[in-house]
């Protein structure tokens, strides 16, 4: 079981558990260099995120918005900054969980786009989408609404000169957990190779409230099932995923599933198949 996880692991690019504070500090400050870099050497001034709530997005800003204040300060280039965008469907059922991380983060822009009337147009445009079951349509759906976020994003990162920021991390990536072209499309991925204890504990390194950093994950992109864990999805929960990529005992059920799910949702994380 180890050699396998030590395999995914690998190709997954996992970091190390943090052994002590000072390790966990060089990694942000690594991390908020390749940020900056990442920039610098597009030769664009602004960086683009969509916040939605939960502590990968909470912790991606907080990462971005240091980034960019350290740029300002060492170049004396007032232009740099970092826009949070809030990107709801219509209404989000935990909206208060989502403007607390906009207000903790503090950005130097924020934005508000509903992307539900962009969604439901296209929706409506769609024939096939005639006599499809409920729950087929609503996993569609779901799909669409992270695609059109991204495409929002990338709207105002155009008009804006700047780069999209991704919020995927290692814990996600080894279960596919992000839709194709949607919230998998970005610039850059500063929480790449973080399992998900990691990701919470740099969030907890800039001080956010626990109630951020705890909080329940989810997708939330179903109308049937608002606000569905991750963890119901995944079947496994983040706390065994963790262990199976830092190479730690894991239950034999919970090592099946996390091993088929990679191996269902490896045309996700690679390029497009070609002849």
């Given amino acids: 079981?180890?050699?396998?996880?030590?395999?995914?692991?690998?190709q997954l690019k996992v970091q190390a558990p943090f052994p002590d504070q000072a390790a966990l500090e060089a990694e942000v400050a690594r991390r908020v260099r390749f940020?900056?870099?990442?920039?610098?050497?597009?030769g664009l001034k602004s960086l683009v995120l969509g916040i939605s709530g939960g502590v990968d997005s909470l912790t991606a800003g907080l990462l971005a918005q240091r980034a960019m204040r350290e740029l300002r300060e060492r170049s004396g280039d007032p232009h740099y900054r970092f826009i949070a965008v809030r990107l709801p469907y219509e209404t989000q059922f935990d909206e208060h969980d989502a403007q607390a991380s906009v207000d903790f983060i503090n950005p130097d822009e924020r934005h508000t786009v509903n992307i539900g009337p962009?969604?439901?147009?296209?929706?409506?445009?769609?024939?096939?989408?005639?006599?499809?079951h409920a729950v087929s349509r609503d996993f569609v759906l779901g799909n669409t609404k992270a695609r059109m976020r991204m495409v929002a994003q990338y709207t105002i990162a155009g008009a804006t000169q700047g780069l999209v920021i991704g919020t995927d991390h290692a814990a996600e990536a080894v279960m596919g957990f992000f839709t194709k072209f949607g919230?998998?499309?970005?610039?850059?991925?500063?929480?790449s190779g973080l399992v998900k204890n990691q990701v919470r504990a740099i969030a907890r390194y800039f001080g956010a409230p626990e109630s951020l950093v705890e909080k329940i994950p989810t997708a939330d992109l179903e109308d049937l099932s608002p606000g569905k864990p991750d963890e119901a999805s995944h079947g496994v929960t983040y706390a065994e995923i963790d262990a199976f990529l830092h190479g730690q005992p894991v239950r034999e059920e919970a090592f099946k599933i996390i091993c088929d799910t990679y191996r269902k949702t490896h045309h996700k994380r690679v390029m497009p198949f070609a002849p």
């Fill in 183 to 191: 919230d998998g499309a970005c610039d850059l991925a500063p929480l």
């Fill in 35 to 42: 940020i900056q870099d990442c920039l610098v050497n597009s």
């Fill in 1 to 10: 079981m180890q050699a396998v996880q030590l395999e995914i692991a690998q």
């Fill in 118 to 132: 962009a969604v439901k147009a296209l929706a409506h445009e769609v024939a096939a989408f005639e006599g499809q």
